[in-house]
């Protein structure tokens, strides 16, 4: 029995051992002793609270919508009136050889100062279908040698040869054009820099050039589907730039691209004249093409959005901090006392 005694004794001394052994250093961090803000809710507290906020928020909010009045807007939509009234089918008149000239009239209501961007506003286009994001090969827009294009189809091959860039967002790209002249004088475009500078450095190649593109292949007895515009084979993807700015997907179906910009102010009463090539099918869809003129601000182009709702969250945190200071003063209910709060006043030893 002794010996039985004595054996269960020598288990349990170990197995204490090894839990002390286990036992981690002690320290603040483990023990969770450090110093800590723990702010107690008062009444005076956040009512204060609620009031900076209102305090910061609305200035921003009323100043975001001064500088989102200020830019000069002139928005002219023309898929519609760009088509002869003597055509019943829209989508046979853009897929037809008709002429798609058409000339536009822009009225200049007020000083629009030099830069003036010029965008193109597409509706009702999802960009941000699945399957159309994912059909492109960004190893093949950096390296033409990039053979991984399974994601382009059905725009991957064309006569047994790869086509360069492939997938439908490149065989889609936007190909209406604009050219601009006030008082018979023309109005240079430029469309230099209108993509981001790390697309033209890192996701398109200065080596990579189109090749094989369906659009090259438009009068071609070929039954390939024509997308959009044509792609010039002697310059590099990092230098076409209006296929850089387009292959940057919009997420909402309403979007604006930038097509460039115009470095000439221009006055009240005038008229801009804009020569409109509508080639671009929008008319299978329903969708609407708009050309839009707009200056810039400190803050950017015309959104009242960031303004509204800086000055409705500043409103809002107003409203409840004199909500909240009325009730404080005429039904007021006592505090108890905060010292109770330190569960670890007095932590343990080492």
């Known amino acids: 029995m002794a010996s039985s005694s004595s054996g269960v004794t020598g288990s349990t001394d170990s197995t204490a ?15 969770q002793e450090l110093p800590a803000c723990k702010p107690i809710l008062t009444p005076k507290a956040v009512i204060s609270a609620f009031l900076i906020v209102s305090v910061v928020f609305i200035p921003i909010g009323v100043a975001s919508l001064f500088a989102s009045r200020d830019v000069v807007e002139i ?8 088509v002869p009234s003597n055509y019943t089918d829209k989508v046979a008149f853009i897929q ?3 002429n798609k000239t058409c000339i536009r009239k822009l009225q200049v209501k007020k000083h629009m100062k030099a830069p003036i961007y010029v965008y193109y506003q597409l509706d009702n286009f999802y960009q941000n279908h699945r399957r159309y994001v994912k059909s492109r090969s960004d190893a093949q827009l950096r390296d033409s040698n990039q053979t991984s294009i399974s994601d382009c189809k059905p725009e991957d091959m064309f006569n047994g040869s ?7 967002i490149a065989w889609s790209l936007f190909n209406d054009t604009y050219s601009f002249s006030l008082n018979n004088n023309n109005l240079t475009v430029n469309k230099k820099e209108i993509s981001w ?7 398109f190649g200065s080596k990579v050039f189109p090749k094989n593109f369906p659009n090259n292949f438009r009068n071609s007895n070929s039954t390939a589907l024509i997308g959009g515009a044509i792609l010039d084979e002697s310059i590099p993807l990092s230098e076409q730039e209006d296929l850089i700015v387009w292959m940057r997907t919009a997420a909402l179906p309403t979007f604006r691209k930038l097509y460039g910009r115009i470095h000439t102010d221009l006055n009240p009463n005038d008229t801009v004249t804009v020569i409109v090539q509508n080639n671009y099918n929008t008319y299978s869809f329903k969708g609407k093409k708009k050309l839009v003129l707009s200056t810039t601000s400190w803050l950017g182009g015309k959104n009242d959005f960031l303004g509204i709702a800086y000055l409705t969250v500043g409103g809002l945190c107003f409203f409840l901090a004199l909500s909240f200071t009325v009730v404080y003063f005429i039904k007021p209910r ?3 006392d905060p010292s109770y709060l330190s569960w670890n006043r007095n932590p343990g030893g080492h």
């Open 334 to 336: 006592q505090l108890g």
């Open 96 to 98: 037809g050889p008709a």
């Open 162 to 168: 790869r086509i360069v860039p492939c997938g439908l």
């Open 17 to 31: 051992a090894r839990r002390q052994n286990k036992r981690p250093k002690y320290s603040k961090f483990t023990q």
């Open 197 to 203: 500078k790390s697309d033209r450095e890192h996701k």
């Open 75 to 82: 928005v002219d939509r023309y898929e519609s009136v760009c």
